[in-house]
């Protein structure tokens, strides 16, 4: 079983800054790419930024310059440091990770975390 746990959401400032961060646990043989997407009331949801196991990045337009995604391999973690937030980037955050357990080591599996809410406020 896997498990992906996000933290780091809250109220935040407009201009302001926080760093979400992303742990999967479990019965891991190997992570893929990790990412973070994003969900607005009434809206679908939407890449943030991806990374690959080698390092790789790949972001949305709107958070270009302002969204920095790292991972930390060894401890099975994704961050996502974001600056400069706006209203805009008012959503519940998902962390998403591409997996291949013990229970499934020929699949590689998308697994999802819970969300955390980030708001910011004017």
């Known amino acids: 079983q896997v498990q992906l746990v996000e933290s780091g959401g809250g109220l935040v400032q407009n201009g302001g800054s926080l760093r979400l961060s992303c742990a999967a646990s479990?019965?891991?043989?190997?992570?893929?790419?990790m990412g973070w997407y994003r969900q607005a009331p009434g809206k679908q949801r939407e890449l943030v930024a991806t990374?690959?196991?080698?390092?790789?990045?790949n972001y949305a337009d709107s958070v270009k310059g302002r969204f920095t995604i790292s991972r930390d391999s060894a401890k099975n973690t994704v961050y996502l440091l974001m600056n400069s937030l706006n209203s805009e980037d008012t959503a519940v955050y998902y962390c998403?990770?591409?997996?291949?357990?013990?229970?499934?080591?020929?699949?590689?599996?998308?697994?999802w975390g819970q969300g955390t809410q980030v708001t910011v406020s004017s």
């Open positions: 998403k990770a591409e997996i291949t357990s013990r229970t499934t080591p020929l699949f590689i599996l998308a697994y």
């Open positions: 479990g019965s891991i043989l190997r992570v893929y790419a």
């Open positions: 990374i690959t196991s080698e390092g790789s990045t």
